[in-house]
């Protein structure tokens, strides 16, 4: 299973880093993608990151923000929250694929963990 932490209540202009814990399997071999949910919009890719050469993708929102990373000694992918804003405000979930990452198609990947809401307050 992928087991999510880390969201909660911040400011805007604060910080928060979400991990995504894998258990029962190795998440080296997997690229991982952060998704999220903002109250009453589609879901929408955040970041991904690669399981071969770690390269990573952002969407324009949080470019520059945002920082996935991931520690296989740990089993975990990281995702640092910096500057935030009140658009940043959803429900935050992981998910693996195997092979290449994407944050325009959630449908290559093949499981999921559950969310972790954020709430950035302005």
């Known amino acids: 299973q992928l087991v999510v932490s880390g969201g909660g209540l911040v400011q805007s202009g604060g910080s928060l880093r979400l991990s995504c814990e894998a258990s029962g399997f190795s998440l080296e071999w997997y690229a991982v993608g952060w998704f999220r949910q903002a109250p009453g919009k589609e879901r929408e890719g955040v970041s991904c990151i690669s399981s071969s050469d770690g390269k990573t993708r952002y969407s324009a929102p949080v470019k520059g923000r945002f920082t996935i990373s991931r520690d296989n000694q740990k089993n975990t992918a990281y995702l640092q929250m910096n500057s935030l804003k009140p658009e940043d405000t959803g429900v935050y979930s992981c998910?693996?694929?195997?092979?290449?990452?994407?944050?325009?198609?959630?449908?290559?990947?093949?499981?999921w963990g559950q969310g972790t809401r954020v709430t950035v307050s302005s």
């Open positions: 998910a693996i694929v195997s092979g290449s990452c994407s944050i325009d198609n959630e449908n290559i990947y093949a499981f």
